[in-house]
T-cell receptor, first 114, second 113 residues
Framework: KAGVTQTPRYLIKTRGQQVTLSCSPI?????VSWYQQTPGQGLQFLFE???????NKGNFPGRFSGRQFSNSRSEMNVSTLELGDSALYLC?????????????FGPGTRLTVL | GENVEQHPSTLSVQEGDSAVIKCTYS??????FPWYKQELGKRPQLIID?????GEKKDQRIAVTLNKTAKHFSLHITETQPEDSAVYFC????????????FGTGTRLTVIP
């Protein structure tokens, strides 16, 4: 089975721009979660989607949004980019929506905001 | 919300020695505690997890213990090897019908050959 894939792997943007990141989960997985990883804050939960619906949201501003498609692929969007948005964005897929489910991480998209 | 603290932030051990990483959590409703290993430039990978109804779990050289009363859990690696060098993250999850994990800040483990 192919693992979780994310595109693009690297992205450079300037302040004020917007960006869209994509995540394809493991085949058959219906839950996709997004995390932001920075040296200072570690791994922080952004949001989770299941069956095209956002089920949970972390403590991030409204500039961060996402969606999930019928094939379980997910995208996240960040508008009006700020320097502090520079981070590694990881998505993770899981079979079901429940605790105890192993989450499989993708390789991440490294976003640099200049 | 849940707050997970992890110590130490860095840890160096000689090859063959044991390593212990400790985490505490704040929300008594948390019931699932996975540990992830992240090698440099790679994605986090689950190495072991434990549920709140279990006090200890072992998998070869790796073990995790959980003290629900004190709200802390620990990762133990015995007979460390150079390939164990990585950043280790603990996490906690508590929401029913949700997968969101609250992560500790990570421990950089270096195993010296």
């Amino acid at each position: 089975k192919a693992g979780v894939t994310q595109t693009p792997r690297y992205l450079i943007k300037t302040r004020g721009q917007q960006v869209t990141l994509s995540c394809s989960p493991i085949s058959g997985h219906r839950s996709v979660s997004w995390y932001q990883q920075t040296p200072g804050q570690g791994l922080q939960f952004l949001f989770e989607y299941f069956s095209e619906t956002q089920r949970n949201k972390g403590n991030f501003p409204g500039r961060f949004s996402g969606r999930q498609f019928s094939n379980s692929r997910s995208e996240m969007n960040v508008s009006t980019l700020e320097l502090g948005d520079s981070a590694l964005y990881l998505c993770a897929s899981s079979l079901r929506l429940a605790a105890y489910n192993e989450q499989f991480f993708g390789p991440g998209t490294r976003l640099t905001v200049l | 919300g849940e707050n997970v603290e992890q110590h130490p932030s860095t840890l160096s051990v000689q090859e063959g020695d044991s390593a212990v990483i400790k985490c505490t959590y704040s929300d008594s409703a948390s019931n699932y505690f996975p540990w992830y290993k992240q090698e440099l430039g790679k994605r986090p990978q689950l190495i072991i997890d434990i549920r709140s109804n279990v006090g200890e779990k072992k998998d070869q050289r790796i073990a995790v213990t959980l003290n629900k009363t004190a709200k802390h859990f620990s990762l133990h690696i015995t007979e460390t090897q150079p390939e164990d060098s990585a950043v280790y993250f603990c996490a906690a999850s508590h929401a029913r019908g949700a997968n969101n994990l609250f992560f500790g800040t990570g421990t950089r483990l270096t195993v010296i050959p």
